[in-house]
């Protein structure tokens, strides 16, 4: 799980940065033209984030089975993307931030369509989107106290994935009319807020007690 998560992880500066021109790889050299547009890991971000819209769209015509499973497959990008910036040594600034976006983006769009289809509570709903304005709120406030919070902690990356867990199990519940998978998704729901809250603190800690200009891990 340690190894998973840095593969999300990156500095200021992109990976061929440090890299001389002439060892730079095929990624790399294109990557350094685009300005770090053209890598892998963000067409796997676009591409997840795409077959996550096309997943709500399908929730909003009524199939909701099918739409459910194509956004859990989108999904699984927000774990590969990172994997496949790391392998081919082109994670950098742009990237961390195209792949933020479209997470918080993909999210709200999710939170308010199931919302809407009576799949999730207006509480949990509304839980699970102040805990990510939190997080937003903490990103904007940092730069004031001269500090920069860049990458997910352990427990936001898991608290994220806790989300859309259950968020599916909600799903499945409402399928299935099952009321003990429905106490399992509320279960998993508490256990997901509970690791958010910790996260949005330490980084709200990290925020207000910087001494100085330095950078700090985010969700």
Known sequence: MRIFLKMH??????????????KRSRWQHL??????IVAPANFVSAGSFCLILAGLALVLRGDLALGTFIVGIGRLGDAIDGTVAAKTNTKS????????????????LALVIFTAHDVLPVWVAGAIMAQNLANVAIGLYAPWRRTTILNPTPAGKIAT??????????????LLDNPLIAAGAYILTALALLLGVYASVDYALTAA???KRHTRERA
């Open 9 to 22: 992880q990156t500095g200021n500066q992109a990976d061929w940065i440090a890299v001389a021109p002439a």
């Open 31 to 36: 990557a350094a033209r685009t300005y770090g």
């Open 93 to 108: 600034p742009l990237g961390r931030a195209l792949d933020a976006i479209l997470d918080k983006i993909g999210a709200l």
């Open 161 to 174: 994935a806790g989300f859309w867990v259950a968020i599916i199990t909600f799903v499945a519940a409402r």
């Open 209 to 211: 007690a910087a001494p």
